[in-house]
């Protein structure tokens, strides 16, 4: 049937330079250059038919890739798109891009490309291509198509059109810094710099240094700098987990914001300074403010813009478009050649409760291309706390099987309810020990299960006096 819908295509006179198909699993069924064409867009036949369309254009991923949107049934008109082939080649098209249905049933997708530079030359639009930098870069990182996370790159087009202050607040590796680079690239600042300070990386009393600059002599020690606020003039900065910084130093922070001006430590000369401020909070802002973690003047200060990143757990359904987007990311990083995900896997994220949300997914990925062999990546290739109920209980989630439940369940019942807590802990933690030792072959695989190095597993084995009878092999 496939094959009946190309010829149908083929015969079509369509005002284009080449037509791209692919089935299903992003294989390339067809391509054809218009003979009219005065270059060929596509290559020959037997160069890129039965190529993955990401190996024929590396440029492309499950984000951005037309073809890949109207596999999922979302078709494409007329857009412009910038791509490089495997030689190397970049090019600029104009796509219109279609699903493939036989009897209802998606069977695969189709592109309809036509030269920019060809368009300009017929209509004569003196239209330059997109730059390789194109200044939206940071948003389409933003990668999602669930409802919410099509709401956040909308507000990231509204707020970067105002000059106002901006809270984001959302958990721990949801995006926040990628929405903070998006907001500034996006804005009329794009042109000046962009400074990110994470502060609760530094103490306070340097962190004061680096943000205000200093007088030579000020202290021992110090020398003359700018900080970050001038070197930052006319440009944005980025205030990572600003709820972890010194409560004194917010009000410091404060006064430069409702002043406009900056003064060194040490000094007394100030200086105006025009800088947008972006603040990120992990915690909800009117919890921080409830904990004491957040002066409610700055908060009133900072919050005349506000945008939550949700978390994963929100947006279950972005987790294959993002799965694919990482892996194209590290298709190009590794050069490996690892295209899909097996189904358990899939199910393994789909139930997971991801605590550590884009960024432990995009981790999990890097660390599955190092060990995964063929074109795909197993349950073998994923961390095994994964599959751990305990783990998942801990972080929030339910129990995960993959249609494997673990075959061990510890019994810590045992455990006197009238021992101190160092005690109850010792002997929870020797419990857990011995029954994890009936199943696992070797000390490095138990290492890794439990979470801990092979030199802290030696210690606890010494201090429980748990010998290599009890289950090990000496590795």
């Known amino acids: 049937m496939f094959d009946k819908i190309m010829e149908q295509i083929n015969s079509m006179d369509i005002f284009c330079d080449g037509i791209l198909a692919i089935d299903l699993q992003g294989y390339i069924c067809c391509c054809r250059s218009n003979p009219a064409s005065t270059r060929p867009l596509m290559y020959p036949s037997n160069e890129i038919l039965g190529k993955h369309l990401f190996q024929a254009y590396p440029s492309l991923n499950a984000a951005n890739s037309t073809l890949y949107k109207a596999l999922r049934g979302i078709p494409t008109y007329n857009l412009l798109q910038r791509h490089q082939n495997f030689r190397g080649e970049v090019f600029s098209t104009y796509e219109t891009t279609l699903p493939l249905k036989s009897e209802g049933k998606a069977i695969g997708a189709v592109s309809f490309t036509k030269y920019e530079d060809h368009l300009i030359r017929e209509i004569q639009v003196e239209e330059k291509a997109l730059p390789e930098d194109a200044p939206a870069e940071a948003i389409h990182q933003l990668i999602g198509d669930s409802v919410s996370m099509q709401m956040v790159r909308s507000r990231i087009c509204q707020i970067a059109r105002s000059d106002s202050g901006v809270l984001l607040y959302g958990d721990t590796g949801t995006g926040k810094g990628m929405a903070a680079q998006a907001i500034h690239q996006l804005s009329s600042r794009a042109s000046k710099p962009f400074y990110e300070q994470n502060c609760a990386a530094i103490p306070a009393n340097l962190l004061e240094s680096m943000f205000f600059g200093t007088v030579k002599g000020s202290y021992t020690g110090a020398v003359a700098s700018e900080g970050i606020f001038r070197q930052c003039n006319g440009g944005t900065l980025f205030l990572d987990e600003i709820n972890s910084m010194d409560l004194n130093l917010q009000a ?83 050069h490996r050649q690892i295209f899909y995900i097996d189904s358990d896997v899939l199910n393994v994220f789909r139930q997971y409760s991801w605590p550590g949300n884009v960024r432990e997914l995009k981790n999990l990925i890097e660390g599955a291309f190092v060990y995964a062999d063929g074109d795909t990546i197993h349950l073998s290739d994923i961390p095994s706390y994964l599959l751990d109920s305990r783990w998942n209980q801990m972080t929030g989630g339910g129990f995960i099987s993959a249609g494997r439940p673990l075959e061990i369940q510890e019994d810590f019942s045992a455990v006197s309810a009238d021992l101190p807590l ?24 138990l290492a890794e299960n439990l979470g801990i190095s092979r030199q802290a597993l030696d210690v606890k084995l010494q201090k429980y006096d748990l010998h290599l009878r009890d289950g090990f092999q000496r590795f």
């Open 252 to 334: 410091k922070l404060l006064k430069v914001l409702e002043s406009g001006e900056v003064t060194p430590v040490g000094g007394k000369k100030s200086y105006p300074v025009d800088v947008r401020v972006i603040a990120a909070a992990n915690e909800h802002p009117i919890a921080c403010i409830q904990s004491g973690n957040i002066r409610s003047d700055l908060f009133y200060r900072l919050s005349a813009v506000q945008l939550e990143l949700p978390p994963l757990t929100q947006r279950m359904g972005d987790i294959p478009v993002l799965c694919d987007f990482f892996m194209a990311k590290y298709r190009r990083q590794m």
């Open 422 to 445: 160092k005690e109850a802990m010792a002997q929870l933690e020797k419990k857990l020990i011995q029954q994890r030792i009936k199943r696992f072959r070797t000390k490095k695989a």
